[in-house]
C-alpha cells in the first residue's frame, strides 16, 4: 500500500485554501502527524484493506483538528488522493461523500461506521 506523506497532505492543504480559501497554518502539528499515522498502524496492526486506509484518513483527518481552516476538506481529500494513489476509486457521488465528512464532523458517524461505508463503496479504478 502507498500511504501520504506529510509533506504531500500540508501540499494538497494549501491548494485546496488556494482554491477555495481559509486561513493557512497548523491548529495542532501533532494531532497531524497522529491523523496520518493511524492508517499505517491499522494496515500494519489489523491487516486494513485499501477501503478501510481511506476511511482512516477521512475520520482522522478531519476529526483532528490539525489545521487552522479546511480540516473537513483535507480529510474528504487526502481520503480521495489515497484511494488514487492505490489504483482505487471512491463509488459515490460528491454530494454522498460530503454528508459523509459533514457526519464525521459533526460525531454523528463513527469510525466503524465510516469504515462500513468506504467498504461499501470502494472500488477499482477502471482500466484506462
Not at 481511506?54 to 475520520?59: E, K, L, V
Not at 483535507?74 to 492505490?86: K, V
Not at 454530494?95 to 465510516?114: C, P
Request: charged fraction near 25%; proline fraction near 1%.
Amino acid at each position: 500500500m502507498i500511504f501520504l506523506t506529510k509533506d504531500l497532505v500540508v501540499e494538497l492543504h494549501e491548494t485546496l485554501l488556494a482554491d477555495f480559501g481559509g486561513e493557512e497554518g497548523f491548529l495542532n502539528e501533532s494531532a497531524l502527524d497522529s491523523a496520518l499515522s493511524a492508517a499505517q498502524n491499522r494496515a500494519w496492526y489489523e491487516g486494513a484493506d485499501v477501503a478501510c486506509c481511506g476511511a482512516t484518513y477521512a475520520f482522522h483527518l478531519t476529526k483532528a483538528h490539525a489545521f487552522v481552516d479546511g480540516d473537513k476538506r483535507i480529510g474528504a481529500a487526502a481520503a480521495a488522493a489515497f484511494l488514487d494513489a492505490n489504483g482505487c476509486v471512491l463509488d459515490a457521488t460528491n454530494d454522498e461523500f460530503h454528508a459523509v465528512v459533514l457526519a464525521i464532523a459533526a460525531s454523528r458517524m463513527t469510525r466503524d461506521e465510516v469504515d462500513a461505508w468506504f467498504a461499501a463503496r470502494v472500488r477499482e479504478s477502471p482500466a484506462e
